[in-house]
């Protein structure tokens, strides 16, 4: 039997309902007892008309706070900011001791949002970084994301400011790949135009050039949070007659801090606001996105939905500051508690048991599951219908949130970032289970074990001392690292097998290049250079893909430096948008002895740099998605491009071959 084609949003229409919902979908206390039908396989003339939910399902309403530390609110508390709205719904609900961004960075933690699935499932592991880029990385609108759970339940999704989750920033901006309107979403404002960089809080803002102004307060200019409010206040009155769920994502307090004059001298003014980890800017900031938070929870209360209604207010990833995260080690790059515990407080009169607090572990990807709880939504597979749930790896908090019930929990909840981000965090992974904590640095496999139950600051690595322990995850995180298959495998070779015939050379700034006579002839492929002796005159090892000077994918070796560095080009321009900082590896990676080898493995649009500094085995050293510069996965790519060889050492040996 064929199904009905429609939008996104309507994909379940008629027959499609049930392949979500199943019958009976009244497991929520707050699915008010309404039943499904059963897949229908009746000829549409022959169909009921589609179920439409009543006007009082629950509504979800997020607000994000972009890089807000875990205990950067007064209810968590904080001594100098003050959050005294949040505070009262923390009160008057429920505030979560273990809750964890999805990532430590935001587009990644953005994707587990909409999603309900780990990062690393949905292809984005890291920020998304502006056009032109390397990669064209995106939410790609393949995945089940929050319209395609929540529409077919009559439910209207809306999403107010930050979305980051494409590089595309040229065109009209519903035809850019990976926009919300391509997820379903029905109602979209003041999301970034052009790339957001770090920030802008004062009308006209650079990143949304087509936005006019709304609203000012004391004939100042308008100002960004509050503009986001305005429009929280409109969504919610608009479509206060139909269920709904709202992102209201907040571009504060990220990065570039900037707040109303007289806020800031107010905070200024304050005893301690000198003192560390006191930021008089960034609590003005934070009493902008509170007194949002405050209009929204009034909007809901005046439209009579309050008792209808979760809402929840968190954070992306913990705060870019040390100091300000302390104790907990670490900070927004880093999977130590510091870069993913972020704050999250739960409210809805009559939904949320009030005035509690709970260690139970939750993170962003538990947010869709909830949200399809109470929509009446359980996940389930079924092969007519085009949502599949159960890849989901989140679960429905409403147990812990109603204080009723039994919560499922998590085996173990994984954590994975394979990129380099400044100042210190190298690619790592982690995982936790219960009060156990598992580092694994994917440089050399080396791990580190905390216990948070005793030492949530992470100070006292216990790997040693607890072999079982650290065995166990370690084999749990390694499993998980294999199935979310991230990176390009090590290379197979164990040393370069002789040299790859010559066919041209070219010259670069780091040394002749040497072109092969053929290069990959699929997208899965490796390349593998033994240096042979290196000093200071012959210092430079590249290698790479080439058609010539002018489109070429290098790596290159320093030995002076004990660094790389990519050198990407493509039409004589070089790309260097979405690179990683290499320069955090300078003084790490050393071919001294006769037996160290570089490597490059691709796989489809990314490639990764390998070394073997001691004969011993191959370490992981960066990943690069090229897939907006030279996208390998194309043939005609791969046709006019060679293995490329070169630098001022000698090279004992070159090997290429498809994998």
Known sequence: MSRPTTTR?????????????????????????????????????????????????????????????????????????????????????????????????????????????????????????????????????????????????????????????????????????????????????????????????????????????KESVSGAPEYLTDRLALEAVDFIETHRDEPFFLHVSNYAVHVEHEAPADLVAEYAALPGADEEPNRPVVAAMLARVDAQVGRVRRALEENGLDRRTLLIVTSDNG??????????????????????????????????????????????????????????????????????????????????????????????TFWVYPHLAAPRARPHAAVVVGDDKLVMWLRDSSVELYDLGADEAETTDLSRERPEVTARLTTLLREHLAEVDLLPPPPRSRRAGGRV????????????????????????????????????????????????????????????????TWDLRVAGQQVTAGLEPLAMLDGTVGLDRRTARLALVGRGAQVAAYVDERGTGWEFLTLLDVAGALDLRRRDVRRRLRWAAGGTASLDAVSARAR
């Open 319 to 412: 705060s870019e500051s040390r100091d300000v995260n302390a104790p907990l080690r670490g900070a927004k790059g880093e999977l130590y508690e510091g870069g993913i515990r972020v704050p999250l407080v739960a409210w809805g009169p009559g939904l949320v048991r009030a005035g509690r607090t709970s260690d139970h572990p939750t993170t962003t990807v538990d947010l869709l599951p909830t949200a399809a709880e109470l929509a009446g939504v359980r996940p389930r597979r079924d092969p007519r219908g085009p949502l599949d749930t159960t890849g989901w790896d989140g679960v429905s908090l409403v147990p812990t949130l109603s204080g009723r019930g039994r919560q499922r929990t998590r085996d173990a």
């Open 9 to 213: 949003r309507g994909l379940l229409v008629g027959a499609g309902v049930a392949g979500v919902v199943g019958a009976g979908a009244a497991a929520s206390a707050w699915d008010r007892g309404i039943e499904e039908p059963s897949y229908d396989d009746r000829p549409r003339s022959e169909r009921p008309v589609r179920w439409r939910p009543p006007a009082d399902r629950t509504n979800v309403v997020v607000v994000s706070i972009d890089d807000l530390g875990w205990n950067e609110l007064g209810c968590y508390g904080h001594p100098f900011n003050r959050t005294p709205e949040i505070d009262r719904l923390a009160a008057e609900g429920l505030r979560f001791t273990r809750a964890y961004a999805a990532a430590p960075l935001c587009s990644p933690t953005r994707a587990a949002m909409m999603t309900g699935r780990y990062p690393a499932r949905c292809g984005i592991t890291d920020f998304l970084r502006p056009e032109p880029a390397a990669s064209d990385s995106r939410l790609d609108p393949g995945h089940s994301t929050v319209p395609d759970v929540l529409g077919p339940r009559g439910y209207t999704t809306g999403l107010i400011g930050k979305w980051h989750l494409t590089e595309t920033y040229s065109g009209p901006y519903r035809d850019r790949p990976g926009n919300p309107f391509a997820h379903g979403f029905d109602d979209v404002r003041v999301s970034e135009e052009e790339y957001i960089a770090g920030g802008d809080y004062t009308w006209p803002y650079f990143f949304l050039p087509g936005l006019p102004a």
């Open 501 to 564: 015939r010559v066919d041209d050379e070219v010259t670069t700034v780091a040394g002749p290049l040497r072109l092969a006579t053929a290069g990959p002839t699929s997208d899965s492929w490796e390349l593998v250079v033994d240096p042979g002796q290196l000093d200071r005159t012959r210092r430079t090892v590249l290698l790479g893909l080439a058609s010539g000077p002018d489109e070429r994918l290098l790596l290159t070796y320093d030995h002076v430096r004990r660094g790389i």
